[in-house]
């Protein structure tokens, strides 16, 4: 069995993909939403800037 199968867990807010418990968010992990810096960026930007190209 893996060291890390009782790990916490929770589901991406932008991707939906689940993602484990890390050490780094040891102190934060109740404010934790997001897997990456990626899903965190995205979901920043407005919702009409997502992969289109205005003026084009």
Known sequence: ???H???????C??????FQ???K?????DEV????????NQA???ANRRGQRQGS
Not at 33 to 40: A, K
Request: net charge positive; aromatic share 12%; charged share 35%.
């Open 25 to 29: 968010w040891k102190a934060v992990w």
């Open 44 to 46: 920043r930007r407005p």
């Open 13 to 18: 807010a932008q991707c939906g993909r689940p």
């Open 5 to 11: 199968a009782d790990r916490p867990t929770r589901t």
């Open 33 to 40: 939403r997001y897997c990456s810096e990626r899903c965190r």
């Open 21 to 23: 418990w890390r050490r």
């Open 1 to 3: 069995m893996p060291h």
